[in-house]
């Protein structure tokens, strides 16, 4: 392709001149003489392709009209050549004719890796430059393949070598093959302290995330070697020595040594522990006259006399921005000062608090809310425009916006205003999934396999309204409830829905009867204080109840059509960090529900239950205590039908199947088993008591993060009982005599819980043994259930 561009006022040349410079060098300004010297009438373009004549000429800082000048050629040529379009650029003046001739690069058709196994094509386009339909450079195809052994790298093979090769095609394209050697995994062989004598190898090994290989760190790669992780590792040792004492620790150097066949490295930090030292004088040096330095002292976490602990340091900075925000103080400058005293082996602390102005909010920002609408966000602030700013309110604010459940992550962060004294406020959020596609499976010895199916969503449309639809089934149970919740109804704090169910159960094999429910709730709760949460509610079902071959009267007696009208009411007093999963806090939940404003039962069932949460070493680490209980009392001259007791076991304790425990109409064998089991199980009878607890520690298992694997050890422990005397089926103590148990015996479970994020949603697993139990009692070691998120 050629192309000439005149002089403004000149005529194209009748022909185009022959081609000039041919055998120059690429990129090289040539010149005829002394034609070099005379304006230049036109500019010719050849050898383009796809590039238009006239982008190119664009680029050039010499125009038709110019007298030639070789600085400017030059430029011209580096230009050219700077855009990457093309790998060869040649000017050449003939006459009054300046051509400037081009050779393109090509361009990809496709970009082929060849032998990586261990890593995915995604994950190494993602980090390359080079894409399909992008012009092909040498230079970019180099540091591609950096790229590509940076990504190797990460992963401990450090072995990996790339070789490019290109497939021309026609039209000027390329086919890019990266031909891939990956090599073995370059594991780290051993880690080695010098320098350290008040901590052994083993307890420094503990503090860093880089591990020595082993066989049965299959599942890990921290015994990978990474550069980037030995540097946290250098500041994990860091902080370690800082926490005890040591003010002067600092670690010479970190040397990875690889091992002559490149299949490992070892690991060297040198070290100066030096000595271990004390705080000394701790003082808060104030400009603002609202805050008083000497009372501030008293509540940092560094105080004199006690071993230095290097991150006390940053805690109190925390702490004394904490106070100036809630003084209004938003913006405020803490700057801590360390003197250190070598021959006292002190460390003196003087945190000085900068003067800076009373600050009032400005603005709110929401960002990141894809989804969930400004306003479910906004109620639950506690701040609005125009409010002073209050670090406490900004705090208690973002623990409301996170208990939602919406969002992965919540930050409400002050951002500098228009003014000194004032302030935005920017609530940064992180959707996460609120629907759920929940499935639910188990079994035990006696118990034949359920599934449980639901379809949920917590954020409905984004206006943060619960819908559910559940059926669930099994050989014993079928169910199907609707279930729907306005959390602002008549934009009133107060939250409002219903439910619509039907429920069959069969409990043959527990108590020989089959109970058909089909009613409506109507519900409604309201918070009294901001922790403590108040809810009533009004149900009305038909309950329906087929007996068959039972001997207890409370069995005999159930059986028929009943309505039930029931008004509840519950007090929630709520402190805990995170609904779906506390680590801090407690909780305490009192319930009572009122059989009898119509309908044909009448009975009173309370219930009380609670847990305390803690988190231990770190966030993920919890430990909860739990409890709960109840009672149901019939009144009116009634007594309670066996389908309204209460009943324990599968779900709500561990270790023992669906109303494995409590009174029972038990049958004396003949002859005991050879484990001693003197009875034979019958009918479950339900109780009106209940008392139970739990204790139980959750962490995470030592696996990477990204396999989602947490685990959790507790033991159960609780009793069931108190019949009406009217249930009694007395003992006459011959062989094979039925009769009914009620001794509120204690039963003990203990059992081990893990948890993981599958790729097709969270997996539980419950491993259970009944330690202490009675012979009557039907135990259930093993249970699991399954869900996903959309």
């Known amino acids: ?46 050898g383009n392709q796809r590039v238009e004549a006239d982008t190119i000429l664009s680029y050039l800082l010499i125009q038709p009209g110019d007298v030639p000048n070789p600085r400017l050629i030059n430029l011209s040529i580096q230009t050219l050549y700077g855009t990457g379009l093309f790998s060869d650029v040649r000017i050449a003046i003939d006459g009054p004719n300046m051509i400037i001739a081009v050779e393109e690069n090509p361009i990809i058709n496709r970009v082929i890796l060849d032998g990586n196994r261990a890593i995915d094509d995604d994950k190494i386009t993602e980090e390359t430059e080079l894409q399909p339909r992008a012009v092909f450079t040498r230079a970019r195809v180099q540091s591609d393949v950096q790229r590509i052994l940076e990504v190797y790298r990460r992963s401990g093979r450090f072995a990996a070598q790339v070789e490019p090769k290109i497939v021309e095609l026609d ?159 938003a913006f405020v400058d803490i700057r801590p000062r360390v003197t250190t005293n070598r021959e006292e082996r002190t460390v003196d602390v003087e945190y000085v608090i900068n003067e800076t102005p009373r600050v009032y909010i400005e603005r709110i920002d929401i960002v990141g809310n894809t989804r969930t609408l400004d306003r479910v966000i906004r109620r639950e602030l506690d701040l609005v425009e125009g409010d002073p700013f209050n670090q406490a309110l900004l705090n208690s604010s973002e623990r409301r916006v996170n208990r939602l459940g919406f969002f992965e992550e919540v930050s409400i962060e002050p951002v500098q205003g228009s003014s000194q004294d004032r302030a935005r406020v920017e609530v940064s959020v992180t959707e996460q999934p609120t629907g759920e596609l929940a499935f639910g499976a188990g079994f035990s010895s006696t118990e034949s396999f359920l599934v449980d199916f639901s379809i949920s969503e917590r954020n409905l449309r984004g206006r943060g309204q619960f819908l559910r639809l559940r059926v669930s089934a099994s050989s014993r149970r079928e169910q199907i409830d609707i279930r729907f919740t306005e959390p602002r109804f008549l934009d009133r704090n107060l939250s409002a829905g219903f439910d619509i169910f039907r429920i069959e159960s069969d409990f043959s094999r527990e108590a020989s009867f089959r109970t058909s429910s089909t009613g409506a709730t109507l519900r409604a709760s309201f918070p009294l204080t901001r922790s403590v949460q108040s809810s009533v509610s009004y149900t009305l079902r038909n309950d329906e109840v087929r007996t068959f071959g039972g001997v207890s009267s409370s069995i005999l007696r159930a059986s028929g059509d009943r309505v039930t009208s029931l008004l509840g009411y519950s007090l929630a007093w709520n402190r805990v960090n995170n609904y779906a999963r506390p680590s801090d806090g407690f909780r305490l939940v009192f319930s009572q529900d009122i059989a009898g404003f119509g309908g044909d039962v009448r009975y009173v069932r309370s219930e009380l239950q609670g847990g305390v949460y803690q988190s231990v070493f770190r966030d993920d680490f919890v430990f909860s205590v739990t409890g709960e209980t109840g009672l149901l009392y019939s009144w009116g001259g009634d007594s309670a039908r066996i389908n309204d007791r209460f009943f324990r076991g599968g779900n709500n304790f561990r270790g023992f199947e669906t109303a494995g425990i409590g009174p029972r109409v038990v049958q004396r064998r003949e002859e005991p088993l050879e484990d001693g089991d003197q009875f034979r199980s019958l009918d479950a009878l339900g109780g009106n008591f209940y008392a139970q607890g739990a204790v139980e520690f959750s962490f995470p298992l030592p696996l990477p993060e990204e396999y989602g ?57 419950d491993f259970a043994d009944a330690l202490v139990r009675e012979d009557y009692d039907r135990a259930e070691f093993f249970r699991f259930s399954t869900r996903t998120g959309f």
């Open 171 to 329: 039209q000027n394209r390329v086919d890019l093959v990266y031909e891939i050697s990956e090599g073995p995994v370059t594991s780290v062989r051993r880690i080695s302290f010098i320098g350290n004598e008040a901590f052994s190898d083993r307890q420094l090994r503990r503090q860093i995330v880089t591990t020595e290989a082993r066989w049965w760190r299959f599942l890990s790669s921290n015994d990978n070697y990474d550069p980037d992780r030995l540097e946290f590792d250098r500041e994990q040792l860091r902080q370690f020595y800082a926490d005890r004492g040591y003010a002067d620790f600092r670690i010479v150097s970190a040397v990875a040594e690889l091992t002559p066949d490149q299949s490992g490295f070892y690991i060297t930090f040198t070290m100066e522990e030096g000595r271990r030292y004390e705080f000394g004088d701790i003082t808060v040096t104030t400009e603002i006259p609202d805050l008083d330095g000497e009372r501030l002292a008293q509540v940092v976490a560094t105080q004199p006399g006690e071993l230095y602990v290097g991150s006390q340091i940053e805690d109190s900075i925390e702490t004394l921005t904490f106070a100036a925000g809630a003084a209004g103080y």
């Open 709 to 765: 694997i947490r685990a959790s050890v507790f033991t159960e422990f609780g009793t069931l009982g108190f019949l009406p005397g009217e249930d009694e089926i007395v003992d006459d103590g011959t062989a094979d005599a039925i009769f009914t148990v009620d001794d509120l015996s204690p039963r003990v479970s203990a059992g081990l819980s893990v948890f993981w994020d599958s790729p097709f949603g969270p997996v539980q697993f």
């Open 1 to 46: 392709m050629i192309a000439a561009v005149p002089a403004r006022g000149q005529e194209p040349a009748a022909e185009p001149p022959a081609q000039q410079g041919a055998g120059q060098a690429a990129g090289q300004a040539v010149s005829t003489g002394q034609s070099a010297q005379r304006p230049i009438l036109q500019v010719l373009v050849e």
